[in-house]
């Protein structure tokens, strides 16, 4: 079990860096297609729409990021913030979804509520 905890913990770290790089990716582009219009407004629309985007990404990759650290520490904390998290990934269809059915059956065994419990 302690091997599906570690698992789990480096996958909602990279998963978290992944979402993180892929919001400065977007508003990178957003940003450089306003830049490239050559219109004032479009650069205030796509800057604002890729400003946006970027605070989604960091409101939704940064726990899961936090929630591997934990993880990865045996926190009981960290065990409940994954679970929480587990169920908003369900609704990501289909990677998602995998992802909150590994996290919810490896925090929710018996044996990983003892790991947590130390």
Sequence with gaps: MQ??????????IVLGILGLLIGC??????????LFSGE???????????????????IFSAPGIVAGIGLLQY????RVLALILAFFNLLVVPHGT??????LISLLNTE??????K
């Design 25 to 34: 990716f977007v508003i990178a582009i957003l940003m450089s297609a306003g």
């Design 40 to 58: 004032r407004t479009a650069m205030v629309v796509l800057t604002i729409a890729g400003t946006f985007g970027a605070a989604m990404t960091l």
């Design 75 to 78: 926190r009981s904390w960290a």
């Design 98 to 103: 995998v992802f909150g059915v590994y996290t």
């Design 3 to 12: 091997t599906n905890i570690k698992v789990l913990g480096w996958l909602h």
């Design 112 to 117: 990983a509520a003892a790991l947590f419990n």
